[in-house]
């Protein structure tokens, strides 16, 4: 049996404010619930049941060699897919955080997952259906490019499993992993 896999860490925090700025935009789509919200440090997709705890031995080794994280959640910005803006982002800043994903990737390598090479640290908060006011968007998007909207410390990362369903995904931590210790 196969597991939709990814490691990451769970970074809740109160966007209510923007999406009081953004329904006066009439955009049309799904908000990632507040308990789900993350910032994923490699996704990893089906992964054969029986490699899951060898994968987390790898993880746990390495990620006692990093540090624990103070992450900082930095300027609002979009994915773009033909052009049209479809995944409303906030950035994520921290130092320590580039040592966390190579430590992730290290301990990923012996089982067959290449580096990635490009690492854009985020927190998807909304998936865009549709978009009416463009230019008020560009506006706003503008303005908050740089925004600070919080931070959190971080010392543990987790292996999570995905399961996807009609009303969305459901997110359940397999295993838990301390960072620098």
């Excluded at 463009?134 to 998007?141: H, N, S």
Aim: hydrophobic fraction near 40%.
């Amino acid at each position: 049996m196969k597991r939709r896999l990814f490691v990451g860490v769970f970074t809740p925090f109160d966007f209510s404010f923007l999406k009081r700025e953004l329904n006066h935009l009439g955009i049309e789509g799904k908000w990632v619930e507040e308990e789900n919200l993350h910032l994923t440090f490699r996704f990893l997709g089906e992964v054969e049941e029986e490699r899951i705890s060898l994968i987390c031995r790898s993880l746990s080794l390495k990620l006692k060699l990093a540090r624990p994280l103070n992450l900082k959640y930095v300027g609002l910005g979009t994915f773009k897919k033909n052009g049209l803006d479809k995944v409303l982002w906030v950035g994520v800043k921290g130092e320590g955080l580039s040592l966390v994903k190579q430590k992730v990737d290290e301990a990923l390598l012996p089982f067959g997952f290449q580096l990635e090479k490009d690492f854009k640290p985020h927190i998807t908060l909304l998936r865009i259906k549709r978009l009416k006011r463009r230019g008020k968007f560009a506006q706003l998007l503008f303005k908050l490019r740089e925004h600070f909207f919080g931070e959190k410390f971080i010392n543990k990362i987790f292996l999570i499993e995905s399961k996807l369903s009609q009303s969305g995904p459901t997110y359940t931590v397999l295993e838990e992993f301390g960072v620098g210790y």
